[in-house]
Nanobody
């Protein structure tokens, strides 16, 4: 069970931190990720973090502006987004998977949160 929080309405250039709280399992066994989906667009990969938190991967669209982290003692994952742009506006989803080959592939994720809206005003 994954629950996102921290979304909202911000102005371009500002920062936002999204959180994902996991329950019902040991989060350290799951790789976790953030995806996002803008209206009339496909869901796209944003960032991923391995179960032990050592391997990070970012989409080119957010590289240099985003930082993903996790705290397995609290079963939480976070995404810090800086220098937000209007094109970052989307519903952001937290996801978790047990095994897989491509951490950027949404189809490999077993568990999903309901999503949270992020709107960036230009």
């Amino acid at each position: 069970h994954l629950v996102e929080s921290g979304g909202g309405l911000v102005s371009a250039g500002e920062s936002l931190r999204l959180s994902c709280e996991a329950s019902g399992g040991s989060s350290g066994t799951y790789a976790m990720a953030w995806f996002r989906q803008a209206p009339e667009k496909a869901r796209e990969f944003v960032a991923t973090i391995s179960g032990n938190g050592r391997i990070l991967n970012y989409a080119d669209a957010v590289k240099g502006r985003a930082a993903i982290s996790r705290d397995n003692t609290k079963n939480t994952m976070r995404l810090q987004l800086n220098s937000l742009k209007a094109e970052d506006s989307a519903v952001y989803y937290c996801a978790a998977r047990t095994v897989g080959w491509d951490p950027t592939d949404a189809s490999e994720y077993n568990y999903w949160g309901r999503g949270i809206q992020v709107t960036v005003l230009s």
